[in-house]
Each structure stands twice: as C-alpha cells, then as structure tokens.
C-alpha cells in the first residue's frame, strides 16, 4: 500500500482538540515521503498555553479524586483501544515521520505495554505506605502520594506514538492532569493517540494539547505547570532544565547520545552483526538509544566488519504504508543535511566509507543510504557529535578494557549493547559502562522494554527516569503525616539536661534493637 488511509477530514477533526484562543498563523506539515506540505497546524501563542494550563487545572481535582482503579482502568481499555486502532495510527505516523512500518508498530507495542503495566503496577505504588516512626510504638508514620497538579510535557518528532503518551500514562495515573506541546512536525499523531485515550474513558479536559514551535511555546509551558517532562537535545533540555529551576519545579529530560555498541572476542561475529543491524539503523537511525559508536575487538574485527557491511548493504530502502522495507526515510531536509554534512566532513578528512555514503532522492527526497564508515578520528564530527541518521562508525580494539574506557570517553551516557558469548561475562562489562541502561546481546529492547526497571541518561544524556516506580512516583509529591501517641518528642517538664541523659540512654537502646523493633 503507497498511500495513506487516513484523509484530510479526519485530520481537521483531530485539530478540534487543539487549544486554540484567537487569531494565529499557520504551520505547513510535510509528509517525508514526498517532501511536500500535504496540511497544516495552528501555530500557537503564549495565550494557547495559558488557556491549555487553565482548563487542565480546572479539571485537575475532580481527576485525582477518582479512585485510582478507576484511573487504571481507563489505561487498561486504552491498550485495547491502541490494538484496534493500530492501523489509523500507524498510517498517521508514517505520513508525518517518514519511518517503516515495522519502526512505527514498535511505538504501538510501546504504548500497549505501558499502559499495561502501569495499569497493572501503578496503583501498589500509590498506596498510602507505613514508615517507621520516630519512637517505636508511639509514633504513627505513613507516607501519603499526592499529584503535582498539571503536567507538562514536550515531546520530540521520531518517535510521536511513544512520545506523546507513554510518559504521560504514569503522569495520569498519579491524578495529574497533561499539557502536551508535540512537534509541529507529528502533532497529528500525538492528537490521534490522545483521541484513542479519550475513548478509553479519559476526561478530555485532563488531557490538553497545544501546536506550534518549541521556542515560542516551551519557555511558556514551564514556566505554568507543575513539573515538566521533555524528550530532546541535550542544548534545548539545558534551557528546559535552567527554566524550571527558577520556577523550583521538578523535571525530567532524555536527551541526545552517542551510544557505544561493544563486540568482544569471544562474540560470534555473524550473530553480533545482525545485531549490530538492529542496533544502529532503527528508524533510519533517528533513535536516541540507536548505536553510532562500534567498538570491535582486533580478534574478530574482520569478520564483524564484512558481515555487517553485507548485511547493511542488503537493507532494503522503500517508502509505503504496508510492511516490507527495512529502513524508512529520514525525517526532513535539516536532517538529511546534517547526515550529509557529517559524512563529507569524515570522508575530507580522512574516513572510509565501507558501504553507503550516498543521498536517494531515487527512493524518496529525505532517503540516506546506511553508512558504515572506518578510519574516524576525533577531528570529524561526528566523532563525537551525534548524527541522528543512518551513520555509524567502526573502531578496533585490542582488549576489554580499551572498549570499556573508549566507550565511557564521551559526554553522553544513555544507552549501549554488549555482544559476547559469555553472558556472565557481558554483564560485568555492562556494568563497567556510564550509561543509564545497557544491553548484552541485544540492540536496545531488552532494557527498554523491561518496563518494570528505569530508563534514563547519564551525563549529558539527561536527568531523570521513565518507566519502573521511578517513572511514576517522579510524578507525585511525597507527604509524610507522623501522629504521636503518649509520650511526647521533647523534655516536656523534664530538666533539659535529666532528658538530655534519657534521651542518650533511649537511642543507646534503640542501637541494639533488631531493624524490625525499631
């Protein structure tokens, strides 16, 4: 199928939802594909956001006073709702990212998942929870998780499924309201995702929506709610970061990377190549958590190299709203010129291009061939600039412990994979590695998908964690109520030195108490 189902009537319906308060000009949105504007969006003001932020106030309380089993049970219809609806929103995502249709069901899986599992775990972790008390007996702690009131999030073009609602999930549950400002460039399927929440059984008015560009509507929306969540550059989450901390509110930012992928001797060459495939040209390579760094050691180096060039050269590019092509079309023009100016930069000073290199405008305007490039030094750019496109670079090395340091010499930490065939042995050099999550004998999944656990930066990958109790307790505000019975925390109409003495025999006793009397 060349074309999508999805025609311009029901595009203007998903609009509806958006906060718009008066006159305002518009944006024109490009389908990757074809590299022309098939509609456009509102471009918002500082008003739209005012307007978004009042209304998800007003409706804020009356949210977070259901019953949280009734709040996981509009996440539980909406995973349904996604299932079924899976074909309109794959064709959306398409239509204005540009990826496979394999990338784009990914993000379906994603969202499915997600309001699963926190369907399933959220509302144990909200539970009022016992603590221990100052005096044992006497002191009465619980800690009580209460939401931050209206949240904010700023979500970014490559992955508008995921992106859009599956941190919001969480932020939902928790009884805050959203306020969504997607890119200008997929805010059709962050509106089509956020409809499918409203038919689950979501209020709409918790859940408010905004267009237009991120530098004239994102300094606004922080500066408004109470706690932020952006997914983007690492220059732009240091603004996001800056802002909200004068506001003193909370937040969490993923942002870029440059993510080292490690073969070590004893890895099957063939097998760490299909892996190293999937590792590094998801989506084209527009994947914060794809591999742009190969750490491959000498032993088996030659090996590697020929099978993953073979298997690079036989992805199949190809546009289409059907399954089949192995890579889609990179998302813009600005992306498919950063991707060109890395390369050229590489191969003038230097670099060798094992296969790829090349611009498609045969296949589409905004196609890049996969790229595998050796001989990269650090003068190149993209050395240590992340790309965001089908471009990755191979090192020799002579041992672990040179993969390791070359691996953690960067100023990002988010994600990396280990292939070996010893996996005890994967998991201690996994452990040896400064990114948030790592991967042994696999691409990027296996961490992500284990929602259960967090998934976060280090360094200038970021602060903050999605997914575990982590990516929902983040969203509430921890109150500790303490209730004293009988004897009182304080000298009361003891001498100040006679309580002063009893209190030091008291914690002298309290010592040798077993952790449970305490």
Partial sequence: MHKSRVGRDRLESLREALVV???????????????????????????????????????????????VAERAAVLERYADR????????????????GKTRRDAFEEVLDVVQTATHYADAGPELLESERRRGAIPGLTKTTVHRRPKGVAGFISPWNYPVTLSVSDALPALLAGNAVVLKPAEETTHTALLARQLLVDAGLPPEVFQVVSGRGERLGAELV???????????????????????????????ELGGK????????????????????????????????????????????????AF?????????????????????????????????????AVEKGADVLVGGRHRPDVGPYFYEPTVLADVSPEMTLFDEETFGPVVSLYPVGSVQEAVDRANNSRYGLNASVWTGDRDRGERVAERLDCGTVNVNEAYAAAWASLDAPMGGMGDSGIGRRHGEEGLLKYTEAQTVAVQRGLQIGPGPLPDGVWARVMTGFSKLLKRLPGWLR
């Fill in 21 to 67: 308060t008066g006159e305002w000009d518009r944006l024109d949105v490009i389908a990757p594909f074809r590299g022309a504007p098939f509609t456009s969006i509102p471009a918002g003001t500082e008003a739209d956001v005012e307007a978004a932020v009042e209304r998800a106030e007003a409706a804020q309380a009356s949210w977070a006073g259901r019953p």
């Fill in 309 to 345: 060039v073979t298997e690079t050269r036989n992805l199949d590019l190809g546009t289409g709203f059907a399954y089949g092509p192995d890579m889609g079309s990179l998302q813009s023009a600005a992306q498919l010129e950063k991707t060109e100016r890395h390369v050229d930069d």
């Fill in 82 to 97: 996604v299932l079924d609806a899976q074909d309109e929103l794959l064709d959306v995502a398409q239509l204005e990212t």
């Fill in 259 to 306: 993510n080292p992928l490690l073969v070590l001797d004893d890895a099957d060459p063939e097998k760490a190549a299909r892996g190293a495939i999937r590792a590094c040209f998801p989506n084209a390579g527009q994947l914060c958590i794809s591999a742009e760094r190969l750490y491959i050691h000498e032993s088996v180096y030659d090996e590697f190299r020929d």
């Fill in 223 to 253: 500066d408004r709610v109470d706690y932020v969540c952006f997914t983007g550059s690492t220059e732009a989450g240091r603004s996001v970061a800056e802002r909200a901390g004068r506001a003193l509110i909370d937040c969490s930012l």
